[in-house]
């Protein structure tokens, strides 16, 4: 929140806010901000962070849920909350319990709904397999994600088993500001 309220062209900043203590603490950042009122020491806390983010994180979706509910029963944000896990493992040198927990992580795709089916079971929690292409969801993203590529990618990786590396290119661009 900090970061949002020392951009100068920022307003109005929304935060989702599920009880009391929430509301405490972003009233009291939002006492504590102002434009230009982070420190160069913060700036480049933030400008690391980025660059550790850019480098493993394959795609760049806030979970914000807005592009739900799909009609077709896809979990958007799980299929892509699923892959960046992958990806933050795979970046770093894994012992055999990480491994282990690597082959979870995408298990975790697998028990996902694969077909109408296995949707009638586990509704409104369907892997990328179940995306008609619709498009719906594409125009309610506020991150502008090209979700059905992206969706078509996950499979390759989490349902194909093909390498991350060769389906996914690493994020690259880092605002510098
Ligand atoms: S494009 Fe795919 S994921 Fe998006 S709303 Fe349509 S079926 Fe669902
Ligand atoms: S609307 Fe976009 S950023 Fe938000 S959960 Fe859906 S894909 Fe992710």
């Known amino acids: 929140m900090q970061f949002v309220w020392d951009r100068p062209e920022v307003s109005l900043a929304l935060s989702g806010m599920g009880s009391k203590q929430m509301i405490d603490e972003n009233?009291?950042?939002?006492?504590?901000?102002?434009?230009?009122?982070?420190?160069?020491?913060?700036?480049?806390?933030?400008?690391?962070?980025?660059?550790?983010?850019?480098?493993?994180?394959?795609?760049?979706?806030?979970?914000c849920m807005y592009c739900m509910q799909c009609?077709?029963?896809?979990?958007?944000?799980?299929?892509?909350?699923?892959?960046?896990?992958?990806?933050?493992?795979?970046?770093?040198?894994?012992?055999?319990?990480?491994?282990?927990?690597?082959?979870?992580?995408?298990?975790?795709?697998?028990?996902?709904?694969?077909?109408?089916?296995e949707l009638?079971?586990?509704?409104?929690?369907?892997?990328?397999?179940?995306?008609t292409k619709c498009g719906r969801c594409m125009e309610r993203c506020p991150q502008a994600r090209k979700i059905t590529t992206e969706l078509e990618k996950v499979h390759e990786v989490l349902g194909k088993g093909k390498r991350i590396d060769d389906v996914f290119t690493l994020l690259s661009t880092i605002d510098e500001k």
């Open 27 to 63: 009233c009291a950042s939002a006492d504590a901000s102002g434009i230009n009122a982070l420190s160069d020491d913060d700036r480049k806390v933030l400008k690391e962070i980025v660059g550790i983010y850019t480098k493993r994180i394959r795609v760049p979706c806030a979970s």
């Open 120 to 131: 009638a079971r586990n509704p409104g929690n369907g892997n990328a397999l179940v995306c």
């Open 71 to 117: 009609p077709s029963g896809v979990n958007i944000p799980q299929n892509f909350a699923i892959l960046n896990n992958v990806s933050l493992q795979a970046s770093a040198k894994q012992n055999s319990s990480q491994r282990f927990y690597t082959y979870l992580i995408k298990r975790g795709y697998k028990k996902m709904a694969g077909s109408k089916y």
